[in-house]
């Protein structure tokens, strides 16, 4: 029997691009969302949909590591001043990624950025969703310094011994659509969110903002799990970490 109660949870999409009315048609009863912001822009435009009061849309505000290429390191540290984080339940997508730059100063900056909102988070206690392309140890070797306990790996492609390194700090992954199997995820259960990345697509197929439910089957079907299983396990991470 379905277990109603419990919801599909897409720990992290990005609806800024979305007309406000296509996003309340298409987003699912049944559905919990949380979008992440990338820009300053990006954040200005959740606040206006945030006024919508979408039942089980949630927001994570905060720059991604590309900020950097178009705005100096000064504008970028003023906009996370003006950023209000107490109207987001997490800070993302925020993080480090080294294919967006070979050069040094700006790849410094990306780490400036990224430390000053982790110390917000972890100031607020709020979780943080990390973007770690190309650049997991830089990450890893960053949040060695904090204490903070709420972070969240997004579409994780370490290598096995930062996984390891990962997991046994308590740090949470999120799989989308179970494409790489990189390790045991039937003993990580309590470390995992399932994601779908909204609009990125999938397969060459383009994503529905609905398209979390494909991602819980895919997931479940690579792994052998029953789905209300799962359901219930990414719930109970999600209630555990978050603020609701
Ligand atoms: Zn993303």
Redesign the pocket.
């Known amino acids: 029997m379905v277990n109603k109660d419990l919801k599909f949870i897409d720990i992290?999409?990005?609806y800024d691009d979305v007309p406000i009315d296509k996003l309340k048609f298409e987003f699912s009863f049944d559905q919990i969302s949380v979008a992440?912001a990338?820009s300053y822009d990006s954040y200005n435009k959740y606040e206006n949909i945030r006024l919508e009061k979408i039942d089980g849309l949630y927001f994570a505000y905060g720059l991604?590591p590309d900020v950097v290429l178009n705005n100096s390191l000064s504008t970028c540290l003023d906009q996370i001043e003006n950023i209000n984080f107490d109207h987001a339940i997490a800070i993302g997508?925020i993080g480090i990624d080294y294919k967006i730059t070979k050069n040094k100063e700006k790849r410094k900056e990306q780490e400036i950025i990224f430390q000053k909102q982790l110390e917000i988070a972890e100031k607020k206690d709020l979780p943080v969703i990390i973007?770690s392309r190309y650049a997991t140890k830089k990450i890893l070797d960053i949040l060695s310094t904090t204490n903070h306990k709420k972070i969240i790996l997004?579409?994780f492609s370490g290598l096995n011994e930062e996984l390891k390194i990962a997991l046994d700090r308590g740090y949470y992954l999120t799989n989308r659509f179970a494409k790489p199997t990189i390790f045991n995820i039937k003993d990580n259960l309590d470390q995992i969110f399932i994601e779908t990345?909204y609009p990125?697509s999938y397969d060459n197929k383009e994503l529905k903002i609905s398209d979390i439910k494909k991602s819980y089957e895919v997931f479940c079907k690579d792994y052998n799990l029953d789905l209300d299983f799962v359901k219930e396990k990414v719930q109970s991470n999600f209630l555990k970490l978050f603020e609701i």
């Open positions: 992290h999409c990005h992440a990338v991604y997508e973007h997004h579409w990345d990125i």
